[in-house]
């Protein structure tokens, strides 16, 4: 079973419609981190969690919201989505040791497309 | 501005020969460096890390080496494989607070037999 699973693997949506993207995880990490990727921009952050009740903005939170729901559980909404949303949209964690390793793991990604 | 660069072109190499791929940062002050792989349709893979004090970083075919001064990653992977051909992305961590990872574009590697 992988350690970070997303859900959907792939979603087509509408303009204006409200959709959630799911991340749940059995690494037993704190941190926890949701990225896009566009083909020629790489991977950006959009939001990430330090623990059930840490929530902060990444660089490009805008149109985005999530919800922690558990230590496991971290989801991604789109409140009216736009097509400039369409892309490649990774969860990742971290173990959050506080020091200078923190490599991310990530689930195998959401694949979204908005007409 | 900030930018962190890596060839955007793929990398074609022979089996057998050494791939090195580059990362260069401007306008960073990394504490540390980390390489991941990505294959199609997958999430990236941590790879290395190294620290901005270390000049040099191997792991069994993969070395990585950082050069501050310069403001450049290399990563080599030596005895290159078919199974090597992926996508490379380099990511700077600097120590503002939360060490957050910029990623760079990664290139593409393919190795042909």
């Known amino acids: 079973d992988a350690d970070v699973t997303q859900t959907p693997r792939n979603r087509i949506t509408k303009t204006g419609k409200r959709i959630m993207l799911e991340c749940s995880q059995t690494?037993?990490?704190?941190?926890m981190y949701w990225y896009r990727q566009d083909p020629g921009l790489g991977l950006r952050l959009i939001y990430y969690?330090?623990?059930?009740?840490?929530?902060n903005k990444g660089e490009i939170s805008d149109g985005y919201s999530v919800s922690r729901q558990a230590q496991a559980k971290f989801s991604l909404s789109l409140e009216s989505a736009i097509p400039n949303q369409t892309a490649l949209y990774f969860c990742?964690?971290?173990?959050?040791?506080?020091?200078?390793?923190?490599?991310?793991?990530f689930g195998s990604g959401t694949q979204l497309s908005v007409l | 501005s900030q930018k962190i660069e890596q060839n955007s072109e793929a990398l074609n190499i022979q089996e057998g020969k050494t791939a090195t791929l580059t990362c260069n940062y401007t306008?960073?002050?990394?504490?540390?460096l980390q390489w991941y792989r990505q294959d199609p349709g997958r999430g990236p893979v941590f790879l290395l890390l190294?620290?901005?004090?270390?000049k040099e970083k191997r792991k069994e075919r993969l070395k990585v080496t950082f050069d501050t001064t310069l403001k450049q990653s290399l990563f080599h992977i030596t005895a290159s494989q078919p199974a090597d051909s992926a996508t490379y992305l380099c990511?700077?961590?600097?120590?503002?607070?939360?060490?957050?990872?910029?990623f760079g574009t990664g290139t593409r590697l393919l190795v042909s037999p």
């Open positions: 990511a700077l961590g600097e120590n503002t607070g939360f060490q957050k990872l910029v």
């Open positions: 306008n960073y002050s990394p504490a540390y």
């Open positions: 969690s330090f623990d059930v009740k840490d929530i």
């Open positions: 690494k037993g990490h704190d941190r």
């Open positions: 190294i620290r901005e004090n270390e």
């Open positions: 990742a964690t971290s173990e959050g040791t506080g020091g200078t390793n923190e490599k991310l793991f």
